[in-house]
């Protein structure tokens, strides 16, 4: 018997456009907290593949198997790997490339926060564009707890979440927010019952799939690389301009939008 896939992949239609799913990743080792370690980010990069290669995904739900959406890494291993100077800088590397990744979909990715989210769990749930959290969820650094400290991104990428006087109280007291305070926060767009947060996650993706993909796609570009560049306004804006006029001025899906809109009817996009 093989064993089960660290990473599940589904597809879930979405009926309209007919074709159209979601692409459900779901952290498969639901009694070990789903941790983090080579062979769940080759999963990850393996399940990232076949979304990349999916034309039909109009956008990626990630969430975890369990009580846990991630507990971040397994501090078993460690004790071995962080006496290797070779493999663990390795090993967090082929972290930030993977989880890099979700910023490089052209289709919005949604976290699904199901329960228990700690350090490299974390790290996975700032990667991805936003995030809904199931109301039994539990959400922190944790690395300080153990004597570790954040490598996998945690460090650079919740301040610029949250503001740096509340990251920096996340990450040196080692607690955990409650659902309704990650959202207070600024963690999360919002919290659901755990027995809606895959229905909400479906329904927020159907309302998606029925822009235009290619201009999705593009805002996507733009909001991700102004703020991970956390450049001057002017430089942003610029970019914005730039990006704005080589989509409007080329885009089949710029001129349907307008005619569906002056004809009264519903756009047909072909994300060209």
């Known amino acids: 018997m093989s064993p089960d896939p660290l990473?599940?992949?589904?597809?879930?239609?979405l009926d309209d456009p007919p074709a159209a799913t979601a692409a459900v990743l779901r952290l498969n080792r639901p009694d070990q907290l789903n941790p983090i370690d080579e062979p769940l980010l080759d999963a990850f990069d393996d399940a990232l593949d076949r979304v990349a290669a999916d034309?039909?995904?109009?956008?990626?739900?990630?969430?975890?198997?369990?009580?846990?959406?991630?507990?971040g890494g397994d501090l078993?291993?460690?004790?071995?790997?962080?006496?290797?100077?070779?493999?663990?800088?390795?090993?967090?590397?082929?972290?930030h490339d993977t989880f890099g990744r979700l910023a490089t979909l052209a289709v919005p990715v949604v976290a699904l926060v199901n329960g228990i989210t700690a350090a490299g769990g974390l790290e996975?749930?700032?990667?991805?564009?936003?995030?809904?959290?199931?109301?039994?969820?539990?959400?922190?650094?944790?690395?300080?707890?153990?004597?570790?400290?954040?490598?996998?991104?945690?460090?650079?990428?919740?301040?610029?979440?949250?503001?740096r006087e509340r990251a920096a109280e996340l990450?040196?007291?080692?607690?955990?927010?409650?659902?309704?305070?990650?959202?207070a926060?600024?963690?999360?767009?919002?919290?659901?019952?755990?027995?809606?947060?895959?229905?909400?996650?479906?329904d927020l993706a159907r309302q998606m799939a029925a822009k235009s993909p290619l201009a999705l796609a593009n805002a996507k570009a733009v909001l991700r690389s102004v703020w991970a560049d956390n450049g001057p306004e002017s430089a942003?804006?610029?970019?914005?301009?730039?990006?704005?006029?080589?989509?409007?001025?080329t885009a089949d899906d710029a001129r349907e939008g307008l005619a569906a809109f002056d004809e009264k009817r519903p756009p047909r996009f072909s994300g060209t």
């Open 124 to 163: 996975l749930m700032l990667r991805c564009d936003f995030a809904l959290v199931a109301r039994s969820a539990t959400i922190g650094d944790a690395h300080l707890n153990f004597g570790q400290m954040g490598g996998g991104g945690v460090l650079t990428l919740l301040p610029r979440a949250i503001g």
């Open 76 to 95: 078993k291993q460690y004790r071995t790997l962080q006496r290797d100077p070779v493999a663990f800088p390795r090993f967090v590397t082929h972290l």
């Open 171 to 183: 990450i040196f007291t080692g607690r955990f927010l409650t659902a309704e305070e990650s959202v």
């Open 55 to 71: 034309p039909d995904a109009r956008c990626v739900l990630v969430t975890g198997a369990g009580r846990a959406f991630s507990a």
């Open 7 to 13: 990473v599940v992949v589904e597809r879930c239609p």
């Open 185 to 202: 926060w600024g963690l999360a767009s919002r919290v659901v019952d755990d027995a809606d947060l895959l229905a909400a996650g479906r």
């Open 236 to 249: 942003g804006l610029r970019f914005e301009q730039e990006r704005n006029a080589y989509y409007c001025l």
